[in-house]
């Protein structure tokens, strides 16, 4: 399933728009929501229906499709 992530910085900056990316599985959408929160940046994920999904959520998705 696909996952499309959105970021940006927790602060507005002016400039700076939010970007999204398309990630193939829920384990590199997690990867990437990780190392967002780690550079102080926010991040949104949606499954391929437009549904967000939320962190917990995605954590255990990309710890199912780990096993």
């Keep these: 399933m ?3 992530v959105t970021f940006g910085p927790r602060n507005p900056i002016p400039g700076v728009r939010h ?4 990630k ?3 384990a ?3 990867a990437l929501v990780l190392q967002l929160e780690a550079s102080d940046e926010e991040a949104r994920v949606h499954d391929a229906s437009g549904r967000e999904v939320g962190r ?4 255990t998705l990309a710890k199912a499709g780990a096993n």
């Design 19 to 22: 970007k999204t990316v398309e």
């Design 28 to 30: 590199e959408a997690w």
């Design 24 to 26: 193939e599985t829920a």
């Design 2 to 4: 696909t996952f499309s």
């Design 56 to 59: 917990e959520e995605l954590r």
